[in-house]
């Protein structure tokens, strides 16, 4: 069973365009994270949520919309989509509480923009 | 401030041991990581260590933590083409467990 998955796995869109991508956790964990990784790996968090609240949004334009409609999914909804917005783009959930202490990642959605 | 560093090529000669060096610039640091990304993978965890130890040792790899001079650094003995990959030094800050800022990578190659 896979613990944190992403879909698409590949997206190619064009400037302008609208598109999501989707998370989901199975390991009941409460927090959940994207993160934007460039072409050259530097990897940046964006967002993350605990229980379907927001509790880190790091600077990003807001053309990024992420949403949570359970705590097993965070969705990243992108607007107006632009060269620059071409990254792999990774979830990543934890289980916050205790002495946790590892963030478990998706497999990353390559993203695309021409 | 956060921030994380690492230099970003490494290439060793197979069989031969590899040390992976980071600095950071937290003092209040938790725990401080090892990630490890595969080409085309997400980052995997490959050991970590709490900020009031100064070594680890897991099976082919070590970590050692200087806390005066924030120095963290990953020792892989034996290192096997499989271990080519761009390892991620990450720090979490004490103000949240929960958020983790990642250094830039060093991304490790093998000679045969």
């Known amino acids: 069973d896979t613990a944190v998955s992403q879909t698409p796995k590949y997206l190619v869109t064009q400037m302008g365009n609208d598109k999501s991508i989707k998370c989901e956790q199975n390991?009941?964990?409460?927090?959940m994270y994207w993160y934007k990784q460039d072409s050259k790996k530097f990897l940046k968090i964006m967002f993350s949520?605990?229980?379907?609240?927001?509790?880190i949004n790091e600077t990003v334009p807001n053309r990024f919309s992420p949403k949570s409609p359970d705590k097993a999914h965070l969705n990243l909804h992108i607007n107006s989509l632009e060269l620059g917005d071409s990254a792999v783009y990774f979830c990543?959930?934890?289980?916050?509480?205790?002495?946790?202490?590892?963030?478990?990642f998706g497999p990353g959605t390559r993203l695309t923009v021409t | 401030g956060e921030d994380v560093e690492q230099s970003l090529f490494l290439s060793v000669r197979e069989g031969d041991s590899s040390v992976i060096n980071c600095t950071y610039t937290?003092?209040?640091?938790?725990?401080l990581y090892w990630y490890k990304q595969e080409p085309g993978a997400g980052l995997q965890l490959l050991t970590y260590?709490?900020?009031?130890?100064d070594m680890k040792q897991d099976q082919r790899l070590t970590v050692l933590l200087n806390k005066k001079d924030k120095h963290l650094s990953l020792r892989i003995a034996d290192t096997q083409t499989g271990d080519s990959a761009i390892y991620f030094c990450?720090?979490?800050?004490?103000?949240?467990?929960?958020?983790?800022?990642f250094g830039s990578g060093t991304r490790l190659s093998i000679r045969p």
């Open positions: 937290d003092s209040s640091s938790t725990y």
């Open positions: 390991l009941g964990h409460d927090t």
């Open positions: 260590i709490f900020s009031n130890m």
């Open positions: 949520y605990n229980n379907k609240e927001l509790i």
């Open positions: 990543a959930s934890f289980p916050s509480g205790g002495n946790s202490y590892e963030q478990y």
């Open positions: 990450a720090e979490s800050p004490y103000s949240s467990a929960s958020k983790i800022i």
